[in-house]
């Protein structure tokens, strides 16, 4: 095992059960995680940016990102959605890296020369599957449920703008010439780096789930 896979999964050993805590509680403890994760991402993003053209456009996005994302909160009183939205990004990137590093292949893009096309098609596969997995569990839900047409087809798509938002951000790191974001994860880089995915797939979702057109749980 390389010594970046062993910090990678280290760190996320750590910081899941972390993040999870917070998401649960909800409330006052739900909002200090999600200010503190815009604080440190929008630092991030100054460091990266600050003398780019794009800079004050991408500052609002992420304000925007982090409002959705504390909104998605809102749709059923519970950290149900938000939590179904962050497992399909965080499922997707680890299948995307899994299936990228174990059947390589061709690259998908050469923005981001580690993505193959194996990584993206992992990514859908490991993310159908832990939805799967989640939204039958009896731990979480009072009325567990299978995955429906509706359900897929919001997976897949959730999943594919993570990973479109992972390609976007590897564009800005290139135009600022880094490849982390920062350092403050061991084996991940910046907060950024790890939540790229995200920051779009909650605007998407939020969205999508506000004009009600899927039949969710």
Avoid at 7 to 14: G, T
Avoid at 149 to 173: E, H, N, P, R, Y
């Amino acid at each position: 095992m390389s010594q970046e896979l062993f910090k990678r999964i280290l760190s996320s050993i750590i910081l899941i059960p972390i993040a999870l805590f917070f998401i649960i509680k909800g409330s006052f403890l739900f909002n200090f995680f999600i200010i503190l994760c815009f604080f440190i991402t929008a630092y991030e993003w100054h460091m990266m940016s600050k003398k780019k053209s794009y800079y004050l456009f991408g500052l609002i996005f992420l304000i925007f990102s982090f409002y959705t994302s504390f909104k998605m909160i809102s749709f059923s009183g519970s950290y149900h959605y938000f939590l179904t939205v962050m497992l399909i990004c965080i499922s997707t990137d680890i299948g995307g890296y899994i299936f990228g590093k174990i059947f390589k292949g061709p690259k998908l893009t050469k923005i981001s020369p580690k993505k193959t096309y194996s990584g993206m098609i992992g990514g859908y596969i490991l993310s159908i599957i832990c939805l799967s997995i989640f939204l039958s569990s009896r731990y979480v839900f009072t009325k567990p449920t299978d995955v429906t047409a509706d359900i897929f087809i919001f997976i897949l798509l959730v999943s594919s703008i993570s990973q479109i938002g992972d390609i976007i951000i590897s564009i800005f790191k290139r135009l600022s010439k880094i490849k982390d974001t920062g350092t403050i994860i061991p084996g991940h880089g910046g907060l950024l780096d790890r939540i790229d995915g995200m920051i779009f797939a909650f605007p998407f979702s939020y969205i999508i789930l506000k004009i009600n057109i899927f039949q969710y749980f």
